[in-house]
């Protein structure tokens, strides 16, 4: 059975894509970090389904608990074929009155984490020769968003991240890419009213915002043999925005 690590799964993109995998025939590790109540609820519905699946609790901005994550994964299950790192936060302020606290924090649950997360799985990716690593970024982070300067700077980042390390491991036939969702109806828009909502929508080619299973099904694909010969790339999920 393959396995798949996903970061911040507890809600929203994750647990789509959590559940997507286990329907899929993955072994599926939820991480979390603070949603303890969502993450098992997610495990809980993934094994009453018939699947396999581990919640793990780690702050993975913090290298010894992203480490020991890990290493929890691969007791468990032996392997990891696919390292999905999803956990994000958002945050919409001036750049002006952005903390130093703030900015350390953005760059180190997007950044620092893809860095820890990598660095402490690759080893056994490379030791078998086979992986998938991939990093969900945001269309702010190839368009750059006002009032989100932090969060586009470390979305950017992960996607210069995404093809530095897909030339360095593609040796060992392990592809990393990374998708750039567009607005998706998550947790994240529940501070929009309805005419923001339909603004953002309209400023799609297809008309309307997308869903996280969305997102979820373009991480199947790009982890599947079907992807097999697709590394270092940005796939776009935005619905052709046009905003």
Not at 36 to 58: D, F, P, R
Not at 180 to 193: L, N, Q, S
Not at 215 to 234: E, N, Y
């Amino acid at each position: 059975m393959k396995t798949v690590l996903i970061t911040g799964a507890s809600r929203g993109i994750g647990a789509a894509t959590a559940r997507l995998f286990a329907a899929s025939g993955y072994a599926v590790a939820v991480n979390y970090r603070s949603s303890h109540k969502e993450a098992e609820s997610l495990v809980n519905e993934i094994t009453q389904s018939g699947g396999e699946a581990l919640a793990v609790c780690a702050d993975v901005s913090d290298e010894q608990e992203a480490t020991a994550m890990i290493k929890t994964v691969l007791n468990r299950f032996g392997h990891l074929d696919v390292l999905i790192h999803n956990a994000g936060i958002a945050q919409q302020k001036l750049l002006t009155d952005v903390t130093n606290d703030e900015w350390h924090r953005m760059m180190g649950v997007h950044l620092d984490a893809a860095f820890y997360c990598c660095k402490a799985a690759i080893p056994s990716m490379i030791n078998r020769k086979s992986g998938r690593i991939l990093l969900v970024s945001s269309m702010w982070g190839e368009r750059g968003a006002s009032c989100e300067v932090p969060y586009s700077a470390a979305k950017a980042g992960l996607i210069g991240f995404t093809k530095a390390l897909a030339k360095e491991l593609g040796p060992s036939q392990i592809t990393v890419n990374c998708v750039a969702p567009g607005v998706i109806c998550t947790d994240m828009c529940a501070g929009f009213d309805e005419n923001t909502i339909r603004e953002l929508g309209d400023s799609t080619s297809l008309n309307r915002l997308g869903t996280p299973k969305d997102v979820a099904d373009s991480l199947l694909f790009l982890a599947s043999d079907h992807a097999s010969f697709i590394t270092g790339q940005v796939l776009g999920v935005d619905g052709g925005f046009i905003g």
